[in-house]
């Protein structure tokens, strides 16, 4: 792992690039393809990127009813407990409409309505993330969409979906699950097959292809946001535990190896015995050689002067992730400006939030928390503004609205204001 001086401008090297231009054109042609050809297309870009001849797109409802047999009765519980946490925390993410009205009659509001359909894409490439299912289904439900489908890719040898995300999806109370990943479950999902229903909107993280396939059809269908590879930062003083820190940093390198893991801290002492748990952590892990992978290509560690300019890093990186390791947490935050989700003190390890807590773990990557937030029920509502004018607002207030309309050269507006006094 990099141990490096921080220094004011630096250049942060980002692990997502917008894809090469093969990659870009693979998944132009991917879309179309399966725009022209719907299921068709699908089968067989399935059985060219995951190994396998489907005999159903749709999970079946046998193969839901075995996945519970597959799943240990402890399994199947933690799945219901932290749905319920996830559930508790976006309940209280529900925006409600709103209508004011003034002396003259004058009403307005806000009107907030549920999307009609969402297709949530669960990755499931390298691992299987019944989490991610949760993180998708429940904010759709919350928001009170009517139609929720999930695609994830299928296994290469069984040709279905791992149990967990079955049971997972089930007991968030979806069963429309398409066994379909990549760009085609993204095309299918934007343009529908015989299948595959399209759909309003589309959410989910995912690989390279995911992120371009997305980027693709926006515009004819919404997107949550483009997520990338999964990010941690590790703010931490001298107070931190080298095992801890390092063991947080793995945490995130294990799911890819593009994954980026980052280490801000005031002290040497800290940065170099971090440096040594990490490496002496990564060789006993199941998945070594993509952490490895991903801490020698875009792990680092930063040593600042201070810790104002520690804080000022972490607000350039601007990461997923940011774990707050610091004798006083609370201190800190308000200067925390970017970050898609802060855990706080050396008892809110990422994972607790992968899974567990409640916020969801969607959440924006490769610098943009500098713009956007995380995955929540506002993702699956609309709004639309509410106008009511009473003759007497009108009356009050027609001129105005004829002049500026004139100010603009839009004579017909100024005219559809004034027929209502001729
Ligand atoms: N932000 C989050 O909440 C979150 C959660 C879980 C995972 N992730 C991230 O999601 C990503 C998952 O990636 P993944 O690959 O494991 O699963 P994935 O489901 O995103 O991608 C697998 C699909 O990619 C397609 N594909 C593979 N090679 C291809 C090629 N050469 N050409 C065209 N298509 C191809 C295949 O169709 C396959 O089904 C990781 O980067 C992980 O860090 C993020
Ligand atoms: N850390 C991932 C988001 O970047 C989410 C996840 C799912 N499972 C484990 N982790
Ligand atoms: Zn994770």
């Known amino acids: ?8 401008n630096l250049s942060i090297q980002r692990s997502v690039d917008g894809g090469t231009d093969e990659q870009r054109a693979a998944v132009q042609s991917i879309i179309a393809d399966v725009r022209k050809n719907g ?38 519980e933690i799945i219901q407990r932290a749905a319920a946490n996830i559930r508790a925390f976006h309940e209280k993410q529900r925006t409600q409409s709103w209508i004011t009205t003034d002396a003259d009659g004058t009403t307005l509001g806000q009107k907030v309505t549920p999307l009609d359909s969402a297709g949530l894409y669960v990755p499931g490439g390298t691992a299987a993330y019944p989490s991610s299912v949760l993180m998708n289904v429940i904010p759709a439900q919350v928001a009170g969409v009517s139609k929720i489908v999930i695609t994830s890719p299928p296994d290469r040898t069984t040709g279905k979906l791992p149990p967990a995300v079955l049971v997972a999806a089930n007991e968030a109370g979806v069963t429309e699950i398409y066994k379909v990943g990549g760009a085609q479950a993204i095309g299918a999902l934007a343009y529908g097959t015989e299948t595959i229903p399209s759909v309003d909107k589309i959410t989910g993280p995912g690989n390279i292809y995911v992120a371009l396939a997305k980027r693709e059809v926006y515009g004819d269908v919404d997107i949550d946001m483009i997520a990338g ?31 980026c893991a980052i280490l801000v801290t005031d002290s040497m002492m800290l940065a170099e015995n971090v440096k040594l748990e990490v490496e002496k952590q990564l060789k ?12 020698e290509n875009y ?65 924006p990557t490769n ?33 105005d609205i004829a002049a500026f309309a004139r100010m603009e050269g839009l004579e017909a507006h100024a005219r559809a204001v004034e027929s209502r006094f001729k």
């Open 1 to 8: 792992m990099k141990l490096l001086k921080a220094t004011p």
């Open 39 to 76: 299921d068709a297309a699908v089968l067989k870009y399935t059985e060219k990127f995951d190994g396998i001849t489907l005999s159903s797109i749709m999970a079946t409802a046998e193969e839901i009813e075995e996945a519970y047999t597959l799943l240990e009765e402890e399994q199947k």
């Open 229 to 259: 590879p999964s990010e941690i930062v590790v703010l931490a003083d001298e107070t931190a535990l080298p095992n801890e820190v390092a063991a947080d940093l793995l945490s995130q390198a294990e799911h890819d190896e593009r994954a």
């Open 284 to 295: 006993t892990l199941p998945r070594k050689e993509i952490a490895a992978s991903s801490i």
């Open 299 to 363: 792990g680092a560690i930063y040593v600042t002067d201070s810790m104002d300019e520690a804080v000022d890093l972490v607000n350039q990186l601007a990461p997923e992730h940011l774990e707050l390791l610091t004798a006083e947490p609370m201190t800190l935050l308000g200067s925390i400006r970017h970050a898609g989700a802060i855990f706080m003190g050396r008892y809110s390890s990422e994972p607790v939030g992968d899974y567990f807590a409640g916020p969801n773990h969607v959440l």
């Open 367 to 399: 610098g943009t928390a500098r713009f956007s937030s995380p995955l929540s029920v506002d993702d699956f509502v609309k709004k639309s503004s509410i106008i009511y004018y009473s003759e007497k607002a009108l009356r009050k207030n027609a001129e």
